[in-house]
């Protein structure tokens, strides 16, 4: 439907031409309501006959039969015509239907025995269901030159006794007489049915203009939202794009990192995995279930990657070092947290800035301990942020498992070992035993990560170690 635009006059007002819902609707439900009278009209003969058999009629059982054939046929056609649902074949219908039931009342008031009288007016009335005032003029023509046949049939064989004097009258004067008062009766009949669809189509009508400037309204409502849905689809889409660049940018700064330190580049890559496995399994296990949300989780996976941040401040041949850390060089190392923390303040605000926050977290604390030793700050307990905890369960995880220039990885039966002794002292319990939970995961991850980083380590590694045996050999070294 179009609102607004070409919209077509209804002072012509014609029920068939409308393709609406609502007339298609009412014009079946008619239909059927006349086919129902036509099948009734299959059991007045039958009916006459057997009052005719105890004398109350004396209608000629030829006639009868006559009558019924022609109910019989007429109902079966209706019901044929309601049976094609098409507009034309609805046309048909409607019209076949109302004129039949003209019809059998004319062939029914052709017999002088029987009285119909009122009977004629159910052409009218039946029409008006219609809501047109064009269909309840062309039945009602039709319905009252059926009546007149019918009048004057029934006067060929008719006289007239008036009731109380016993005067008698001529067949003339008797269709004369019949033809006025049926008139006026029917014409009664069919005003008051014109009335009626009158009334029924301005309401109709008056309720389509409202149920159109509805439609109108409703049509304008449904394009702002779809342009609202349209912008929030572009917002979306905008908002994926612009977390998609962030974690870019998040993970170039941690190849950044990587490139100063050897092993830096995939501890980061590695403890994210262990970051987002311990925080699921956590929360699987009814820890912390009102903080680590899906999106929290997340942004601890990408934190991660900046959770070494500081240690760009670090010389290089401390954190490549083969040997373990002096004194000095552990104190410095040291520093790589508070570094971390002040590099992440330049950081600019991410969404709301809570990935900020758990950036700056976990640089700053993952090197405190559930027992207070840790370090910067020898915080204790729950005074070390959730997200540093669990980055520290990661961290070290990472560290015991994997290559260093100092070390060979250790067993994962081993690193299990550690957690369940930490348990308490470095580690929550909950985080050391969910650690330990994940071994058959860890495993797995464990082993494509040095699947896939063995050949690049060894050549770096190598190159590391001839590295530091030239410096001896000048004596830069010792």
Not at 441 to 450: G, H, N, P, R, T
């Amino acid at each position: 439907m179009k609102f607004g635009k070409n919209k077509k006059k209804k002072s012509s007002f014609n029920f068939f031409k409308r393709k609406d819902k609502f007339y298609v609707k009412n014009i079946e439900e008619v239909s059927h309501l006349v086919e129902l009278i036509l099948c009734g009209t299959i059991f007045l003969s039958p009916l006459l006959m057997v009052l005719s058999k105890v004398g109350f009629y004396a209608i000629d059982p030829f006639f009868l039969k006559c009558l019924f054939a022609l109910s019989f046929v007429l109902t079966i056609v209706s019901i044929i015509l309601n049976g094609i649902k098409k507009e034309e074949s609805t046309r048909l219908t409607a019209y076949f239907q109302v004129w039949g039931c003209a019809i059998f009342v004319g062939v029914l008031g052709a017999q002088g025995d029987v009285r119909v009288y009122i009977t004629y007016g159910l052409i009218p009335f039946i029409s008006c269901m219609y809501y047109s005032k064009k269909t309840v003029l062309i039945n009602s023509l039709f319905g009252y030159a059926t009546m007149i046949a019918s009048l004057i049939i029934r006067s060929r064989a008719e006289f007239w006794v008036e009731p109380i004097s016993g005067a008698m009258y001529s067949r003339m004067e008797w269709l004369i007489a019949a033809l006025v008062f049926f008139t006026l009766e029917y014409l009664a009949c069919f005003l008051t049915a014109l009335a009626v669809a009158n009334h029924l189509k301005n309401d109709y009508d008056e309720l389509q203009r409202e149920q159109e400037k509805a439609d109108e309204a409703m049509y304008k409502l449904q394009e702002e939202s779809n342009r609202v849905f349209a912008a929030n689809d572009e917002l979306i889409n905008n908002s994926y794009h612009l977390f998609e660049i962030q974690d870019k940018i998040i993970l170039f700064i941690g190849e950044v990192l990587g490139s100063h330190d050897l092993f830096t580049g995939n501890h980061i890559l590695h403890t994210q995995v262990y970051v987002g496995m311990i925080a699921r399994d956590l929360r699987d296990h009814f820890f912390y279930q009102d903080v680590l949300t899906d999106d929290e989780i997340r942004y601890y996976e990408m934190a991660a990657f900046l959770h070494d941040i500081g240690k760009v401040h670090i010389p290089e041949s401390i954190l490549n070092s083969t040997s373990r850390f002096t004194p000095e060089e552990f104190e410095l190392m040291k520093t790589h947290t508070t570094e971390g923390k002040k590099l992440l303040k330049f950081l600019p605000q991410i969404g709301d800035g809570r990935f900020n926050e758990i950036a700056i977290e976990m640089a700053y604390c993952h090197h405190e301990k559930w027992d207070g030793t840790g370090y910067p700050s020898n915080i204790i307990g729950l005074e070390i942020p959730l997200s540093a905890r669990i980055m520290a369960a990661a961290d070290v995880l990472d560290a015991l498992i994997s290559q260093r220039l100092y070390k060979s990885p250790m067993t994962l039966d081993d690193a299990m070992k550690i957690f369940a002794e930490s348990s308490g002292t470095h580690f929550e319990p909950c985080i050391a035993d969910s650690v330990i939970r994940c071994k058959s995961q860890i495993a797995a991850v464990d082993q494509q990560f040095k699947a896939e980083e063995f050949e690049r380590n060894a050549n770096e590694l190598e190159w590391w170690m001839n590295y530091h045996r030239k410096l001896k050999e000048i004596g830069l070294k010792e």
